[in-house]
């Protein structure tokens, strides 16, 4: 169960994005220590479906009761959850937009995030399912919130934090490639310093 679950949220191609440059420094750490399989979601070029009223409701009926049209709706996101379920880390890769996540990586937590498979309410509270993996967090920014009072305007690290620990992934490691709109020096510097932090995690 040393699978990798990757998730890259740029609208960029590959050549011109700075997370998916770091994802696959990422991916290529990760393969020199594990055998595992890969299984990569670039979703700029295949988003998932938002959620709508047939989705919603094909989530929240027990299983036993779906229709037909319920089960067919549910079976990406049976999908999705079943890639986690078998893999024991989680790269997401993301850009800050306009201080938040890109819309087609909401999509896609959209569709793991889903109650009785991976979180259940308890007497205790919402208890997270998937705690059989961990997960890191690569984000690249124009500008540079890893300090207040700026940090109190990234909307990327502590949303993705909170919701992967309510889904049960708490071991998160968060990695920043800061200031990209400040010019090739800076640039550079930030690629470089992202890229020694992603090989210190391993
Ligand atoms: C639509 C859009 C919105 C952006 N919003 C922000 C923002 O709110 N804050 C910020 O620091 N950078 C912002 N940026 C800059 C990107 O975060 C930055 O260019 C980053 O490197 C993009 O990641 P990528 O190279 O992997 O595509 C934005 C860029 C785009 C295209």
Request: net charge negative; aromatic share 10%; glycine share 26%.
């Given at each position: 169960m040393t699978n990798l679950v990757r998730v890259d949220a740029s609208a960029l191609p590959a050549a011109m994005s700075h997370s998916k440059q770091l994802a696959d420094v990422f991916q290529t750490a990760w393969q020199a220590k594990n055998q595992g399989k890969v299984v990569v979601h670039t979703l700029a070029d295949a988003p998932f479906k938002h959620l709508d009223g047939m989705l919603i409701g094909a989530m929240y009926t027990p299983a036993d009761q779906r229709t037909a049209q319920q089960k067919i709706a549910l079976e990406t996101s049976d999908q999705l959850i079943a890639e986690l379920k078998a893999a024991s880390h989680l790269l997401i890769t993301t850009p800050m937009y306009n201080f938040g996540i890109p819309s087609t990586l909401k999509s896609y937590l959209d569709q793991i995030?889903?109650?009785?498979?991976t979180f259940v309410y308890t007497e205790d509270g919402p208890k997270g399912l998937l705690s059989g993996c961990s997960a890191t967090i690569i984000m690249s920014s124009?500008?540079?919130?890893?300090?207040p009072p700026l940090s109190?305007?990234?909307?990327v690290t502590p949303y993705l934090k909170t919701l992967l620990g309510f889904i049960g992934i708490t071991e998160v490691a968060v990695v920043v490639a800061p200031?990209?709109?400040?010019g090739e020096e800076a640039v550079a510097a930030a690629m470089q310093q992202a890229k020694v932090s992603i090989n210190k995690l391993f």
């Open positions: 995030a889903r109650v009785g498979e124009g500008g540079d919130y890893t300090q109190a305007m990234d909307f200031g990209l709109g400040k």
